[in-house]
């Protein structure tokens, strides 16, 4: 069973940054793509960024593109999300996820085809 262990998040003002991290236990097939989603109160679990290990394609959101970046260090199976330039818009639970390969863009943003998953930390952005 792969464990997924975020840290990072917390209070920020508008126009800050903060970063993420999300640990992995192992990697294994099943663990093909890392993935951050976030969830707001009252609203579904949105996908933010993706990016697989052997490779430096990485997907974003239209709503954060140009403001985070998702990057991976192999070496510690370890995922980062940097947001720069925070927006009241972004306060959010975000969570760290993991998956198999995506067939299409429509999978790659389904947060029910990613088995692994963080237990999520709040990010909040003041105005």
């Known amino acids: 069973q792969v464990q997924l262990l975020e840290s990072g998040g917390g209070l920020v003002q508008a126009g800050g940054s903060l970063r993420l991290s999300c640990a992995a236990s192992e990697r294994t097939s099943t663990v093909y793509a890392m993935a951050w989603f976030r969830q707001a109160p009252g609203k579904d679990r949105d996908i933010v960024a993706r990016?697989?290990?052997?490779?430096?394609?990485?997907y974003y959101a239209d709503s954060v593109k140009g403001r985070f970046t998702i990057s991976t260090d192999n070496a510690k199976n370890t995922v980062y999300l940097q947001m720069n330039s925070l927006k009241p818009e972004d306060t959010a639970v975000y969570y760290c996820?993991?998956?198999?390969?995506?067939?299409?863009?429509?999978?790659?943003?389904?947060?029910?085809?990613?088995?692994?998953w963080g237990q999520g930390t709040q990010v909040t952005v003041s105005s």
């Open positions: 996820a993991a998956g198999p390969p995506a067939r299409t863009m429509t999978d790659l943003s389904n947060p029910t085809l990613y088995p692994y």
């Open positions: 990016k697989t290990w052997s490779s430096e394609n990485t």
